[in-house]
């Protein structure tokens, strides 16, 4: 599951998503453990997802496209000053949700997704679809797995994370040479 060998498929489902200056900024901020970003952590769990939900015959373009929209929270939720008012834990699936709605346009099933995927930390936002299941579920192992440091060994990358690869990038954001 964690080898990128369908990134092309992939990035057919999310590629104008990624190319989104908005969620090109979670690169700035920060996740789980140092040299994680927001943007890299919502790649595994929108790949993961995608392939899991493709194996078992449900949306994987929506399982990508509201896993890497999942945490479009967008502010450093280390800084409680960047975010006043909002309970991250519990309010970031709203905030996230809201901020993919002002941007593209979220199917249901999209939506559903980014909404529960804290569940159960979130009780009043339960799944309504497998899908949703599937993210959440992806979300908590790569969290798990970026607070081990094992994300380099899982992905088979252990020189450096695919997302690090010119081809990742859309255009405008690929390095030259």
């Known amino acids: 599951m964690w080898e990128f060998r369908y990134k092309n498929d992939y990035l057919n489902c999310v590629y104008d998503l990624m190319a ?3 969620v090109q900024s979670m690169r700035l901020l920060p996740q789980h453990r140092a040299g994680v970003s927001c943007y890299h952590h919502c790649v595994l769990v929108s790949y993961s997802s995608w392939r899991l ?3 078992l015959g449900l949306d994987g373009r929506a399982a990508a496209r ?3 929209l999942h945490d479009l929270y967008l502010y450093n939720w280390r800084d ?3 975010h006043p008012g909002i309970r991250h834990a519990v309010q970031h699936p709203e905030v996230a949700l809201k901020n993919a709605r002002a941007r593209f346009s979220v199917t249901e099933t999209e939506a559903d997704i980014i909404r529960s995927h804290m569940f159960p930390l979130t009780p009043t936002r339960v799944y309504h679809c497998l899908e949703a299941l599937v993210v959440s579920t992806m ?3 790569c969290a798990a797995a970026e607070l081990l440091g094992l994300v380099p060994w899982l992905t088979g990358r252990r020189a450096r ?3 690090q690869d010119a ?3 859309p255009a405008p ?3 030259a040479g």
Do not use: F
Request: charged share 35%.
């Open 80 to 82: 409680k000053a960047s």
């Open 167 to 169: 081809d990742w990038a």
């Open 66 to 68: 509201g896993g890497l």
């Open 20 to 22: 989104d200056a908005a």
């Open 139 to 141: 979300d908590k192992l």
């Open 173 to 175: 954001l690929r390095r």
């Open 53 to 55: 939900c493709r194996a």
């Open 161 to 163: 994370p695919i997302w």
